[in-house]
Structures are given as C-alpha cells and as structure tokens.
C-alpha cells in the first residue's frame, strides 16, 4: 500500500510504531503494516521522526513535484547498488547485448501499443479500416526496430530514437479515433499539458516513474546509467528505457477514466498561459485508478504477480542481466 500526501497543508508524524495523519479534519492513525512507500507533493510535511520510522521499516519515501515526477527519494541504507552490478551495468552498456536489450524494450512497446489499439472497439466500419492500418504500419516499425543491426546502441540510437517517435505518434493518433470529442488532442504535450488528457497522461507517467526507480535502486542497480537515453545530466536516465515496457499501463488506466466520462471540471484548472493541470481531485482519483490497477495480478513469462511486483521481478532479472556481465 502506499501512503500518498497531497493536500496542502497535511502531515505525516510517527505515533509509537505507526503513523498519524493531521488535517484540518482532525488526526488519523495509520498502522505501519502494509505500507510499501510514502508519497510527499509540495504542501504537505513530514516530520523527522516519520522518516526515521519509514527508513528503520525499508518504507521508501518520495517527493513529488505537481507533474507527479519524484524530485527525491530517501530509503533505507539496506538498499544500494551491489559493486559487481555496477561495474557489470556499466559493461552493459557499451556491448551488443545492450543493443538487442534495448531493441526488444522497443519493440514490446510497439507491441503493447498495437494490442491496446486492438482491444478498443470500433463503431464503424471506416474507423476498422484506420485501426488496421495503423497496426500494421506499427508492425512495420516493429520489424524494423528488431532487424536493426549495430555494435553498440550508440551506433544507431538516432535512428532507434526516430522510429520509436514515428510509432508513438501512429499509436496516439490512432487513439484518438476512440476517445470521447471532448477529449481529444492534437498532439502529446508535456511541460506543460495542454489538455486534460495529456495532463493525466503526464501526471501517471510520473506516478509510474517513481515505482520503476524504486524498483531499481531495490535491485542494486543505478537508475542513473542508461542505455538508449544517455545524455541527459543527473537524470534517472535507465528509468526513461525500462518505463517504456509499461507506459501502455497507464494509458490503458486513462483511456479508461476519459471514455467513461468520469473527469469533470474539478478534476483540472486551466492556467493563464492556457496550460492545464491535475487538481487534487482528480490526482486522487488517477492515483487510486493506477494504484487499483497495479495490484491485479496478471501473468508473465508464466508467474502470476501483481503488475506492481513484475516490474519488481522485472528489475531483479535485470539486475541478474548486468552482474552476469561483469
């Protein structure tokens, strides 16, 4: 479970060995029990005591910014990179199999784009005919991506980065056709959102970034040494190449709420600049829809987990992947 602030205003303090919330409301004591991570957005507190509580318990605690992105972390010193993984991740990096690694996180992504876009239904028959053709000519970048032939990923990652753009653009522009008229949007757009949609989109992406690097700092590995996104300064780059695999989930959770027409008015404000952005009634409600959906249990490679703990398994085989490499 995860204990997620953000009312401006509230805080977190430790009671005995157990939490309690205050608010304007009163108090509310949290048993300890169950509880995975705490999440803090600007407004909210957390005392000292609390953080000694979460570290001594392994419960991660994340600040978030207003996109939902983390903008820290403090965990337990029982978490931390195992050396051998480290110089493993590092060799990783710069060999062909970081290639074909990165080429099948691709590919499954397009792969997990084309299965959403299969799963929706259409209305009519023209709108059939746009389906299929923007599923095939995501299969055709698919292919692509795998038969893409190379040393090391620096080789072709222009060309792996353009082909990756050209089918989220296919994919978007195909979803669009199954989304209320309302809702629809031009084009993705991120800092900042420009429409409700994206500023659900944007803000489970974060949600779903915080729960991957939590994932891989727990396996020993750096989120900070990535693959294909390598270029950025002090950014959870390898964050950036593993949420790929999972981005589909929040879509999924999205496309969801928006063609149920459960957003109103009060889930977002619009800025002078025309910018749009996630009230706290609407991020309570995407985080308990997202948070909802990552406890199902689901299977994978023939395990049956929630979707949460796969992305756990997922980055201990990763882990497993680079200190093999060393």
């Not at 000292?48 to 965990?75: H, Q």
């Not at 195992?82 to 991740?89: A, D, E, L, Y």
């Not at 703990?309 to 497993?320: E, H, K, S």
Request: with cysteine.
């Amino acid at each position: 479970m995860e204990l997620i602030l953000n009312t401006f205003g509230v805080s977190l303090n430790r009671d005995n060995d157990g939490f309690v919330i205050t608010n304007k409301d009163g108090r509310q004591r949290i048993p300890i029990v169950g509880i995975s991570s705490i999440q803090i957005s600007k407004g909210a507190q957390i005392t000292s005591d609390a953080v000694m509580l979460a570290i001594e318990k392994e419960i991660e605690v994340l600040f978030m910014d207003n996109l939902g992105n983390p903008m820290g972390r403090i965990w337990s010193p029982k978490y931390g990179s195992v050396s051998t993984i480290r110089k493993g991740q590092i060799d990783f990096t710069f060999s062909k199999s970081a290639l074909e690694w990165i080429k099948d996180v691709i590919a499954k992504k397009i792969s997990n784009q084309q299965a959403l876009l299969q799963m929706t239904h259409c209305p009519d028959d023209e709108t059939e005919t746009k389906r299929k053709k923007a599923v095939n000519r995501l299969e055709d970048y698919r292919a692509k991506v795998l038969a893409l032939d190379g040393d090391i990923v620096n080789d072709v990652a222009p060309t792996l980065r353009g082909w990756e753009g050209v089918a989220s653009k296919i994919y978007f522009e195909a979803v669009q056709m199954f989304l209320p008229e309302e809702y629809r949007f031009k084009e993705r757009t991120q800092r900042p959102a420009m429409d409700v949609a994206n500023a659900l989109l944007n803000y489970g992406y974060g949600i779903l970034y915080g729960k991957i690097e939590g994932a891989l700092i727990k396996a020993g590995i750096d989120p900070y040494v990535g693959v294909l996104h390598r270029d950025d300064y002090n950014r959870p780059v390898l964050v950036y190449d593993v949420i790929e695999l999972y981005r589909v989930w929040v879509d999924y959770v999205v496309w969801n709420l928006l063609c149920q027409k459960v957003v109103s008015e009060e889930f977002y404000s619009v800025k002078d600049d025309q910018s749009v952005w996630l009230e706290q009634l609407g991020r309570r409600v995407l985080i308990q829809s997202f948070n909802d959906y990552m406890e199902e249990v689901i299977t994978v490679n023939g395990l049956q987990r929630s979707r949460v703990t796969q992305i756990m398994l997922y980055a201990q085989d990763l882990a497993q992947k680079f200190k093999s490499n060393a």
